[in-house]
């Protein structure tokens, strides 16, 4: 057990986490910091799962927040009369009825993003690989159906499976399920899985039967666990879900709950977007028929920091405009503009997350020229100033 604080004037706050869990553990940082900031709290976390529920009955804390997705911390937090702040995806159930406050990550935004991160590579085939279903994991089912409807409205088909076992005590039997399924998809592919273990399972698989990652199968997980996703081989590339931002949120709701204030309905339910994908390995593949159209793909990723332009790209492949236009919407979806900046972006969002480089250098080494088109340019793509991305990360 650890508790974090030692003034005994402060208000005791139970966090009941899995902190062996990617999102939960995620999720306690900014939990944490908005205690930095607000210095009345004394955490109580407990690193053993049978003993993170403290004895409620005896416990005399303020308030707990809780990942109500684990059925027995559920059981144990229904009915207690102080507040909890729920931060477990078990709310898009439409079974679940208890009336705690939540702040939780946006499934439906996790799916599109996914399913856009597939589409912008050129891939015509889709899977989705979810966990069995129970009445506490609903955000796998969510994840599968929201990414099904997102390639259907392009008009794709997407293949699902979810499974028998799910537990890695029963590798051989998993393991067994998701190559017979496997191997009726029809490659190349671009797989999404619910979160980073599934996505490693369905690796292992893919390694049995011999199928090349990511020629053959692209596989994205979520939740952007770096020791799974940088132990996989090859590396696995993972959706970057807002958990600094629902722990400092579901802890600034809880201060509010036990200080009495006002709280909109806004507030008592808050859904968290995404921050992006962080692109590994096992994604970073082009999955283009039209050849023309690969080429000058290629070509402007090549040429992206010598400031690449349209009419580069056009010299280079020895085409009209409307012709490699046409060819690019029919195949991509959109213009050769359109994936030079795409390109700009994604390279903007790698160099903020993994280096110091000033907004300067960075508008250098991604060909956009001025850090005032920059900012614009992200802005208008992420809905975040380039600052405000970067801190996420931090």
């Given at each position: 057990m650890v508790i974090i604080g030692f003034d005994m004037s402060q208000q005791e706050i139970a966090l009941i986490l899995n902190i062996n869990k990617p999102y939960d553990r995620k999720v306690v940082t900014g939990i944490a910091r908005f205690t930095r900031t607000h210095r009345k709290w004394r955490l109580y976390v407990e690193d053993e799962p049978l003993a993170k529920i403290p004895n409620l009955k005896r416990w005399r804390g303020q308030g707990l927040i809780a990942d109500l997705d684990d059925q027995q911390v559920f059981e144990a937090v229904r009915g207690l009369k102080f507040p909890v702040v729920n931060i477990g995806g078990a709310i898009f159930d439409k079974a679940w009825t208890h009336d705690t406050p939540y702040v939780t990550t946006d499934n439906p935004a996790v799916a599109k993003l996914a399913a856009q991160h597939f589409l912008d590579q050129g891939f015509t085939n889709f899977a989705y690989c979810g966990i069995r279903q129970t009445p506490f994991n609903p955000w796998s089912r969510m994840r599968g159906v929201c990414f099904q409807e997102a390639v259907n409205e392009r008009g794709f088909d997407c293949s699902t499976y979810f499974g028998r076992h799910s537990s890695a005590q029963q590798w051989e039997a998993v393991q067994k399920g998701l190559c017979n399924w496997l191997s009726t998809l029809r490659l190349p592919i671009g797989l999404f899985a619910c979160n980073d273990a599934r996505a490693r399972h369905v690796q292992e698989a893919c390694r049995r039967l011999g199928l090349r990652i990511p020629a053959d199968v692209a596989i994205l997980?979520?939740?952007?666990?770096?020791?799974?996703?940088?132990?996989?081989?090859?590396?696995?590339?993972?959706?970057?879900?807002?958990?600094?931002?629902?722990?400092?949120?579901?802890?600034?709701?809880?201060?509010?709950?036990?200080?009495?204030?006002?709280?909109?309905?806004?507030?008592?339910?808050?859904?968290?977007?995404?921050?992006?994908?962080?692109?590994?390995?096992?994604?970073?593949?082009?999955?283009?028929?039209?050849?023309?159209?690969?080429?000058?793909?290629?070509?402007?990723?090549?040429?992206?920091?010598?400031?690449?332009?349209?009419?580069?790209?056009?010299?280079?492949?020895?085409?009209?405009?409307?012709?490699?236009?046409?060819?690019?919407?029919?195949?991509?979806?959109?213009?050769?503009?359109?994936?030079?900046?795409?390109?700009?972006?994604?390279?903007?969002?790698?160099?903020?997350?993994?280096?110091?480089?000033?907004?300067?250098?960075?508008?250098?080494?991604?060909?956009?020229?001025?850090?005032?088109?920059?900012?614009?340019?992200?802005?208008?793509?992420?809905?975040?100033?380039?600052?405000?991305?970067?801190?996420?990360?931090?």
């Open positions: 997980g979520v939740d952007n666990d770096e020791m799974i996703c940088e132990l996989a081989y090859p590396t696995l590339s993972s959706i970057v879900l807002g958990t600094n931002t629902i722990g400092y949120e579901a802890a600034r709701l809880l201060d509010d709950l036990i200080s009495g204030r006002r709280i909109s309905n806004s507030r008592r339910r808050q859904i968290v977007p995404p921050i992006g994908i962080d692109v590994r390995e096992s994604t970073n593949t082009i999955a283009i028929t039209d050849k023309l159209v690969a080429r000058a793909v290629e070509y402007i990723r090549l040429q992206l920091e010598s400031g690449v332009r349209v009419s580069d790209v056009l010299k280079e492949m020895d085409v009209s405009r409307s012709t490699l236009d046409n060819r690019f919407r029919v195949t991509l979806g959109r213009t050769v503009h359109d994936e030079i900046e795409r390109f700009r972006l994604e390279r903007t969002q790698e160099l903020l997350k993994t280096t110091n480089d000033t907004l300067s250098e960075i508008a250098t080494q991604t060909g956009f020229g001025s850090v005032q088109y920059l900012a614009t340019v992200f802005r208008r793509s992420t809905k975040l100033t380039p600052g405000q991305y970067r801190q996420q990360f931090k």
